[in-house]
């Protein structure tokens, strides 16, 4: 009668590795792509316009190679070198900006993470998640088991923290390999 119960609760919970696979996943893709739009932050419509009119000064300073025309290449560089140093503070102001957010953004899933990992952990302790055939996992049976009883049938019930494990592992690979 014990094995009936826990092949009945194994069926009621075939649904169980997939779904947390996917939450992994989910949570592993979400953090790698704010990580990558962190590297790439976007420049605004303003820094492009200051790149350009310091191209153009530029240009239209080295137009001017004759002697007396030297005082106004000096003038056309000063101006661009001050639009340079604009440039600079106006990126380094928007990179803070981008790098705040991103970082909250950053430790916002972290803590949601971190607290759907115990929540998972917390529901299916000492239940498994999955069911393997022992051959397909014969050195490791142990320690997929571990947390979730053992060996029913000749497969391996695997508990949740070497699941997570595994999941987690998976998707960073999955994830690696898709950007």
């Known amino acids: 009668m014990g094995e009936e119960e826990t092949l009945g609760g194994e069926q009621g919970s075939c649904l169980a590795a997939p779904v947390i696979f996917l939450i992994i996943v989910f949570f592993q893709f979400i953090s790698m792509r704010l990580e990558h739009l962190k590297k790439k932050a976007s420049k605004n419509a303003t820094e492009v316009q200051l790149r350009a009119e310091i191209k153009q000064l530029l240009k239209e ?20 070198a001050a639009k340079e140093k604009e440039l600079t503070n ?6 803070k900006q981008i790098k705040l957010s991103h970082d909250l953004y950053l430790k916002l899933i972290f803590i949601l993470k971190i607290v759907t990992y115990f929540m998972l952990i917390c529901w299916f302790w000492r239940t498994p998640v999955t069911a393997i055939s022992q ?3 014969q050195p490791f049976g142990k320690l997929l088991s ?3 009883g053992g060996c029913l049938n000749d497969n391996v019930l695997v ?3 070497p699941w997570l494990i595994l999941s987690t592992r998976v998707s960073k690979f999955i994830n690696r390999v898709f950007q």
Do not use: D, Y
């Open 90 to 95: 106006r990126e380094e102001m928007h990179n």
């Open 61 to 80: 300073a080295s137009a001017f190679s004759e002697p007396s025309t030297f005082a106004q290449a000096a003038k056309l560089r000063r101006l661009a």
């Open 146 to 148: 571990w947390g979730a």
């Open 135 to 137: 051959q397909l996992v």
């Open 159 to 161: 508990g949740i923290i």
